[in-house]
């Protein structure tokens, strides 16, 4: 069987070689537009059970992939200058190019033909392949040009974000709200290897605006945050990497196929960045479309079979991260909570989480909680 991949992200990269690794005789290549070397972003998180999928899967990649980790257990929240932690959140932070090297390599070894520099953009870019996959990323343009056959809808939403990293370190998913005269400003950041942390800041339209932003280049927007997280960052930068401002797309499609192309990854859906689960999504859709091309005989039963046992999987996590990101986009109104009143609603957000969870995960937390509802506490 001959097989392309159109991008050499997480989702490209890991499912042909997944495919290679069992048929080394059948044609697997990869074709990604940027350098080896050249990435979007900063670290990304994962938590305990993708490493697992990830282990069962494919233990030489999973072994490099978990050495370049930076793991910890714990969210911290930052309101109004006060600190809670909450513990028994184990997750792991890597860096996004790190783990697209690892995962090169290991393509590289099994065989996979992998050719960067080059933008695959028109039919006859993909003709004569028993199967195409379309893993080119959130603004895909492969799901564009057939969107009568896939019927997207991407919906942009309000907030803008940006994606910065920073030498400050942060132990732990740290979660810092900061109001200014501008507005309210929040900022996801945490380590991903011993001397960088990933710093996204977000923020809504108003404050947006009335901040200015549309008028400052990179250069007084950085310095602009800097201030604001002063305190948080301990007078140490902000590092850029072509970070600007942007809206997240929230990307959903009617149909997952077309013919012998099926959409994977961030091109097929996205989940916001607030529940950290976009690399993990694009991951377990490579592992299932493997498993269902093992399993049937044929490449459209293949696909169908892919798209019946993770279409409700994705839907899940995705109303989930829906839940997450209107919290964030809503977040003004919760300001006026205390810090651990904040720090709780923040965890049981999703409702995925619920008091006797957060019991058993921090015993500490939940007391503290139970203590301040009380009035005895701070
Ligand atoms: C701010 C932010 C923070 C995030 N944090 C996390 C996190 O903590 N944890 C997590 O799990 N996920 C996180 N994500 C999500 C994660 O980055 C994505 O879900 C993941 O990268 C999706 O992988 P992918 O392979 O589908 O797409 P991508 O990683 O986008 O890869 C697609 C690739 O295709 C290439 N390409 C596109 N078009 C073509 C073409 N025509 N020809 C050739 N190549 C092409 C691109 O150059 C790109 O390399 C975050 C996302 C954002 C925006």
Known sequence: ???????????????????????????????????????????????????????????????????????????????????????????????????????????????VELEFGKELAKPADWEGYDLVVAADGVNSAIRRMYAADFAPSVDVRPNRYVWYGTPTLFHGLTLTFRENPDGLWIAHSYKFNRTTSTFI??????????????????????????????????????????????NFNLVRNAHWTRGN?????????????????????????????????????????????FEL????????LQAAAQESMEWFETAKKFMRMAPVELAYVLMTRSGKIDHENLRRRDPAFATAYEEWKEGIGP
């Open 1 to 111: 069987m001959r097989i392309l991949s159109i991008g050499g992200g997480p989702a490209g990269l890991y499912f042909s070689l997944l495919v290679k690794r069992k048929h080394s005789d059948w044609p697997v290549r990869v074709v990604e537009r940027n350098a080896p070397d050249a990435t979007f972003g900063w670290g990304v998180v994962f938590n305990d059970k993708t490493q697992n999928y990830l282990r069962d899967q494919d233990e030489p990649s999973w072994r490099d992939i978990t050495k370049a980790f930076e793991t910890w257990d714990n969210v911290d929240v930052v309101h109004r200058g006060r600190k809670i932690s909450i513990h028994g959140n184990r997750f792991s932070g890597i860096q996004r190019l790190a783990m697209l090297q690892i995962l090169q390599k290991h393509c590289r070894e099994a065989g």
């Open 201 to 246: 800041v977000e923020c809504d339209p108003e404050t947006w605006r009335t901040a200015g932003m549309a008028g400052r280049d990179e250069a007084a927007t950085r310095e602009y945050l800097q201030e604001v997280f002063r305190e948080d960052l301990q007078g140490r930068p902000l590092l850029s990497n072509k970070s600007a401002w942007l």
């Open 261 to 305: 192309m099926v959409l994977i990854g961030d091109a097929l859906h996205t989940a916001h960045f607030s529940i950290g689960s976009g690399t993990r999504l694009a991951l377990e859709d490579s592992i299932a479309l493997f498993r269902a091309l093992e399993e049937k005989d044929s490449v459209s039963s293949a696909l169908a079979a």
């Open 309 to 316: 046992a993770r279409r409700p999987k994705v839907e899940d």
